[in-house]
């Protein structure tokens, strides 16, 4: 085929994706302005977009890194916190090369009809829970399972005799549970579509650490895809990562974020969500925080906090990754990528 139409077709997609990308007058419902995104440069086998991430979680001092399909992938992979911290002190371009782990899921992949793989992972010391999606007979399903640590032999061990069967509050396809964290004790399970417009049940599961359900908390509507939250603090305070890609808008059927705006359809959102844990369940604390996640939409999927004190610092490159220029802490939330379009792992700073 000759080149030249090659080329034209190549710049007219990338045109359409750019302006997919671009804002809409009275569409977003964003206040403040994209905060910086510093992307680290990942090397190795954790390269490979054929890993397809799905989420992310600290195991303590480790950033664990969740293929959807560990099986495929080999394992897991994790990164060492200081590794980050000493990129984002010293130079973000320089190498990391996560290390990787095996996986044993017991064989949950072959035993849960319509296995369609991992998408989220939280740990509580030892103890590690997930999340598997699944179709069967074009009906979504989720499922809650839990494992351990197995230090001995660096590995993850999932229970299959755990598992814990979710059922979607709305039938949406390729839309499951797709987080979760531990928080007082409890394990709370996050569904991916909560938009005004296609889930009339906008509610987070809570489960005992023996996967017992014990409650539903309210959590407010939330338009687009809730991909991963991170660790919840002291003061229950934890972030949504909620991404939404254009091609998706018939799926979502997007409503309006706010009186005089419209319904966005057309502009790729990328941001960060402040939630909280209230009396009355779980509530959005703050103004949303869309970060700039580059020319070309990318699908993120993971999401964890990523904070160092000022004197485990030195001069940070950007001082926007800073609160307080070159020499304050380090305090901001990390995300991921699944395949699309690569993969990428980046740090955002929290204003």
């Known amino acids: 085929m000759n080149a030249r139409p090659l080329r034209v077709m190549r710049t007219l997609w990338l045109g359409l994706m750019l302006l997919a990308g ?75 090369i996560p290390v990787r782990w095996e996986f044993s899921d017991g064989g949950l992949a072959k035993s849960i009809p319509g296995y369609e793989g991992y ?101 407010p509507a939330l338009e687009y895809r809730l991909t991963d939250v991170t660790g919840a603090d002291g003061s ?13 808008a018939e799926l979502l059927q997007p409503a309006a974020e706010g009186p005089g705006l419209k319904p966005n359809v057309s502009a790729t959102v990328e941001r960060l969500v402040p939630l909280h844990f209230s009396a009355d369940g779980i509530e959005i604390s703050g103004p949303l925080l869309p970060f700039a996640g580059g020319m070309l939409p990318s699908n993120w999927e993971g999401a964890a906090m990523l904070e160092a004190p000022a004197e485990a610092q030195g001069q940070v490159v950007d001082p926007q990754i800073s609160q307080h220029g070159g020499g304050g802490p380090i305090r901001g939330v990390l995300v991921i990528t699944d395949k699309y379009p690569a993969t990428r792992l980046g740090f955002v ?3």
């Open 236 to 248: 229950g305070a934890f972030y949504g990562l909620n991404f939404f890609w254009t091609g998706e």
């Open 22 to 96: 671009m804002p809409q007058p009275g569409a977003a419902a964003d206040a403040v302005a994209p905060l910086p995104l510093v992307e680290f440069h990942l090397d190795g086998l954790a390269a490979a977009a054929s890993m397809e991430f799905s989420g992310l979680a600290w195991w303590e001092d480790r950033l664990v890194m969740l293929p959807q399909y560990p099986a495929r992938a080999g394992g897991l992979f994790f990164v060492k916190k200081d590794a980050l911290v000493e990129r984002l002190r010293d130079n973000p371009a320089a190498p990391i």
């Open 119 to 219: 998408e989220a992972i939280a740990f509580d010391g030892d103890t590690v829970y997930a999340c598997i999606e699944a179709r069967q007979n074009k009906r979504m399903h989720g499922w809650l399972v839990k494992g351990r640590v197995d230090r001995a032999r660096n590995r993850i061990v999932m229970d299959p005799a755990s598992k814990v069967h979710l059922d979607p509050p709305a039938q949406l396809p390729n839309m499951a549970f797709e987080a979760l964290l531990v928080h007082q004790g409890k394990v709370v399970v996050f569904f991916e579509a909560n938009g005004r417009n296609v889930n009339p049940r906008t509610q987070v599961l809570v489960f005992s650490k023996d996967l017992v359900l014990q409650e539903r908390l309210g959590f």
């Open 349 to 351: 700073a929290l204003p």
